[in-house]
Every structure is written in structure tokens, then in C-alpha cells.
């Protein structure tokens, strides 16, 4: 669900001929805010993991408190670990395969292959692996950090899902423009993969060069995060 509208939304403004071309990279924050809404409304029973980068942080967090499972009956440990990341995974190829199949005749009128490969996954404004590296650190900090915030300041469970979203479309506004903000490893291998085995007319290469950064970055971000929320919100809290 996350992907399909995620990508759904950069093919509307991306490609040529749809009504929502142009719409301009506000209207891609918050198609992928509304995007993350969704996705967490409907993942609820698993926890709402719909990103590695926030799996891991929340794992290093709740570890480093004594806690030793994510939510009843489901520990903290590799396997589960796994079982999170390799769906998450799995659920970004076929979101934006559904999201090609949406497309699809966009797809094949579309002449420029840099605007199809940047429906399925991010690329930088200016290339500089390591700023850019740098980049995706800093927005998926703020993304797990925050997150991670909620839980100290109490915030209901059925509520966590709008919070969320408008987090994502504020990172987006804010952050967003050097990389595209993929703050998600699984939002950008996953469709990138897609991209590379899809018969898409005209598609070209899927810049596997850049792909180590929004896959490093947000782990790492991820991570920082997840410790620092140990230390930092209590104390602001």
C-alpha cells in the first residue's frame, strides 16, 4: 500500500499525459505522506513496520529499555528482525508493480528514462555520495526519532498513523530536496528492483551505483536515532 500510492503519486506528476503532471514536488510529499497513512493503517496487526530503517531503531530503543519484544508474542530478535525486513521488501516490489500496471501507458509514451526510474526509486539533485549519504542520515533520524517521541509523549495507537504521515510530508518539504528522501531502504531497493526486471519500454538503467545510499543511510539514521531517543527524550519529555 505504502509503495503503490508512493510511486503512484511521482508517476502522476512524472510522466507525461496524466492529469496530475507538473503537480511539482509538494504534491509528491504528500502523496507519499498520505501513502505512509495508509500503509500503517492497514499494517496495524504486525505493528505498523513498514520500513526497515524504523525496525531497527525501534529494536536498538526497546532493547537498550529491557524490553524484549516489539509487541506481545512477537520478540526482538534476528529472526523476527528478518521476517519484518524481507516483507517489507517484498510488499515495495509488488506495490510498484501494481503502481507500473496503473501507469502503464504513461510508461510507454513517457521518452525520458530518468523520469521512470525516478517513479520506482530516488536519485540525488546533485551527486555527491557522500552528502548525499549525509542527507538520507539526517531525514531518517528525524523520521525514527520522532517516531520514537510518540511513544514518550503517549500518543494513542489508533491515532499514531496521522502523526506519521504528516512527519513524512514535513521531512519531504524540509529535506527532501538533495536526495528525494527515501528515508526507507525497503521504499527504494524494492521498487528499484522492480524497475530492473519490469519490461518497460525505453527504461534504461536502474543507477545501482547510487543504491548503497538510500539503503545505508536510513539504517544508519535508523540507528542513531534509536539510541539517542534512550538518552534525549526522556530528558525532553
Known sequence: MLVLLGCGVVANVALIRNKGFGGGFLMVNFGWGLAVFAGVIVSYASGAHINPAVTLGLAVNLLGKGETEFQPGIPIDFLSI?????????GAIIGAVIAWLAYKQHFDEEPEPANKLGV???GPAIRSY???LVTEIIGTFVLVFVILGFSYGGTPAELGALPVALLVVGIGASLGGPTGYAINPA???GPRIAHAILPIRGKGGSD?????VPIVGPIIGGLIAGWAALVLLPVLG
Request: no cysteine; proline share 0%.
Open 208 to 212: 545501482w551505483s547510487y543504491s548503497w
Open 130 to 132: 557522500g552528502w548525499n
Open 187 to 189: 521504499r527504494d531497493l
Open 82 to 90: 528478518i521476517t519484518y525486513i524481507g516483507a517489507q521488501l517484498i
Open 120 to 122: 520506482f526509486s530516488t
